[in-house]
């Protein structure tokens, strides 16, 4: 059951009478609405009248205006202006440039700019790894999007994606220290994207590519990591398969059983189901079957593309066919990212004991994380109102430090695999249990563990 949160929160400004019953008149009238007060605050004061900010959650924009027009129904309330807390955050744009070096007279001018600089140019022309050092690239990290795929909403375009890419560049710098730009490519054509990012690439230590829709995804994430001297990381793909394994290996350490013992169902062979096969795939799992809208991905299934064939080629050992509720017969664990309310708790009860269920649809899991409590284990969704939020800002952030740090040309399983480990590791024995299976978004310790786990992998193989 959703409840009201600060993702529709507005503040009211209104004018009430200076009598001692108003502020619980409306309190009252908000709390009957159905609103949760956050916050009350006069900010005039007169004989005749008071003017009051009252703060609230909503559940949605059709709900905060109910909770306004049962406020003006009152006797004597006048509401003067409604913001919505969520818009004045967005207003100007969420992040910015500065400089890291004064510019307070004519000798700062001189080295920071002409015609001190010019000798740094010609020793990058010269050396031009140098830029490594010498420039923004050492930590500077492009969020590329064609506005494909925003968050669940579908293709807005890259002008409307900019928010989403904007709140990403303001997590990599919280969480890493990471300057992250965005880059929303005004095209959704493969080869216009591909060239874009090349010609932008001299600028950056690192490409994240971010709500790119599948399977477009899937190709210009290839193609660049080819033509490129830097990482390419797909975050909708990796970000979440990172997550997902290192979420995964908690769980079954709580119900303990080994994953090569395990038959995993992963539903949604998209973007992010496809990148969390692969890794899983790399742990060596007993069985994998995937599951997509079609039904059971097999090797005979007509009408596969090139990514269904690959799944289908190294998952699904008995090649059977069916819907999803066949999957899930004797199956360990279910991994969802597909769409929402796809099972119920009956479907669940066909799993083996101790059942693993993700169900990660966002904003709607597959299946109500209350009914799947009634038989599952572990639970686990993308939800922040319920226990173990698998969210890719537990990865994101670490994984390009670290691979900015170690001054990375390439990404590998191996260091998704050790981003992976590392988010589990920061859960140590003493706090692991059925609903803490993942740390908090908000454990500063998670993202330098990653880095370090990243860093090492990379030096591993340099
Ligand atoms: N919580 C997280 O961390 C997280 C991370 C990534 C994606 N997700 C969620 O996962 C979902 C998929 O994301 P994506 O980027 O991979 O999308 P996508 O469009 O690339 O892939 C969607 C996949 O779901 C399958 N699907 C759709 N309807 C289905 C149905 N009724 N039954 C079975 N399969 C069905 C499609 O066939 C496709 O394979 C979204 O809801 C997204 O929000 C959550």
Known sequence: MPVPGPGYSITVRLEAPPSA???GD??????????VITAFDVVESHN?????????NALSANHAKDITDTLGQLPGIVVRKVSDRTFLVHLGGKIEISSKVPLRNRDDLSRAYTPGVARVCQAIAENPDDARRLTIKRNTVAVVTDGSAVLGLGNLGPAAA?????????LFKKFAGVDAWPVCLDTQDTEEIIRAVELIAPVYGGINLEDIAAPRCFEIEARLREKLDIPVFHDDQHGTAIVVVGALRNALR??????SDCKLVVCGVGAAGSAIIRLLLKQEPGDVVAVDVDGIVHRDRPGLDENLKSIAAVTNKGNVSGRLHDALVGADVFIGVSAPNLFGAEQVATMNQDA????LANPDPEIDPMEAQKHAAVVATGRSDFPNQINNVLAFPGVFRGLLDAHARTITDSMLLAAATAIADVVDGQKLNASFIVPSV?????????????RKAAAAQS
């Open 21 to 23: 019953s108003a502020a």
């Open 26 to 35: 409306l309190t009252s009238a908000v709390g009957r609405a159905g609103g």
């Open 48 to 56: 005749d009248r008071v003017v009051i900010d009252l703060t609230c």
């Open 162 to 170: 900019l928010p989403v890419m904007e709140g990403k560049a303001a």
């Open 254 to 259: 709580v119900v303990g059983k080994k994953i």
């Open 356 to 359: 693993i269920v993700f169900a």
């Open 442 to 454: 908000f454990d500063t310790s998670v993202a330098p563990a990653v880095a370090e786990a990243v």
